[in-house]
């Protein structure tokens, strides 16, 4: 697939305000899996200074500082990006990976622990959660790899309730487990963190997604991706219950969901008041 997308962020302050320099995660992947085309980052107010490289997870990124001040932001990137892998399941396990716990070579180890790591399962609560969940269903599909993570990813899709939360951060698991609800992000934690406890390193990843194909009108979108040795990085999509194929653009992914963000940056002002809006249209053709 081919798609035309249009991503425009605004933020609308109360009054005027100093920006400290902002980091844009908005590029998307250029790898096997899609194809960047025509990329253009456009800001107002314009920056004075504008980098661009790649971060520590090999994401890519703009940095822009600005001088005076302002009491709007707005980001508008375009592109074009040409989505590859049809079939999500066009590999072979090999290895030690055709049983849960996964396990690695001390030198994939080695790079992989940033994802093996939990992150936002460190409260009790949390920790037991969702380890009662993975070893529930890993028992459930007898210690298969890929029936656990679509397991998962289904029980997930049938049992949290999608909301729109305008709030940052992410809700802990124990309350997305509990009160079944969450946004994307939240029920994407639960997904990395089920996965981390079988040995299985996820990742968090920021972009977006077909939806309806009828529609023009898309929306900012959470996923993650999980590492199978003989798959490599591959994407599933709990929230749709879905495993990730030619209908996601990825902009950035991480360990860290923060650090997967599409913009990152402070603001000055005594008193001032944030409002976010975002429009997204992606066009197929």
């Known amino acids: 697939m081919r798609y035309k997308v249009n991503h425009t962020t605004r933020y609308s302050y109360s009054q005027a305000v100093f920006f400290e320099p ?3 995660r ?10 960047l ?13 504008l980098s661009h490289g790649l971060d520590v997870e090999n994401n890519a990124f703009c940095l822009a500082w600005f001088e005076g001040l302002f009491d709007s932001l707005e980001i508008t990137c375009s592109f074009v990006v040409e989505t590859l892998r049809e079939n999500p399941f066009d590999a072979l396990l090999i290895g030690n990976s055709v049983v849960l716990p996964l396990s690695f070579p001390d030198q994939e180890q080695l790079f992989l622990a940033p994802y093996l790591g ?3 399962a460190l409260e009790q609560l949390d920790h037991s959660a969702v380890q009662g969940l993975a070893e529930e269903i890993c028992q459930s599909v007898r210690n298969d790899p890929l029936a656990f993570l679509h397991e998962l990813n289904q029980m997930l899709f049938r049992q949290i309730e999608k909301v729109e939360r305008t709030e940052t951060g ?19 934690v639960v997904f990395m963190e089920a996965c981390r406890c079988m040995n299985i390193p996820a990742r968090f990843v920021s972009g977006c997604q077909e939806g309806d194909p009828e529609k023009e009108e898309a929306d900012l979108h959470a996923w ?4 199978l040795p003989g798959f490599g990085w591959r994407g599933y999509d709990p929230t749709n219950g879905l495993a990730v194929a030619d209908r996601h653009i990825a902009y950035a992914a991480s360990a860290l969901p923060e650090n997967a963000a599409p913009v990152a940056g402070m603001f000055r002002g005594t008193g001032a008041a944030a409002e976010l809006q975002h429009r997204i249209t992606m066009i197929g053709f």
């Open 118 to 120: 939990h992150g936002q």
């Open 170 to 188: 992410i809700q802990t698991i124990h309350q997305t487990l509990t009160q079944l609800t969450g946004a994307c992000r939240d029920t994407t």
């Open 224 to 227: 993650a991706e999980v590492y």
């Open 26 to 35: 908005m590029r998307p992947r250029s790898d096997v899996s899609q194809r």
């Open 37 to 49: 085309d025509n990329f253009s980052l456009v800001l107002h107010p314009q920056p004075v200074g």
């Open 22 to 24: 902002h980091l844009f």
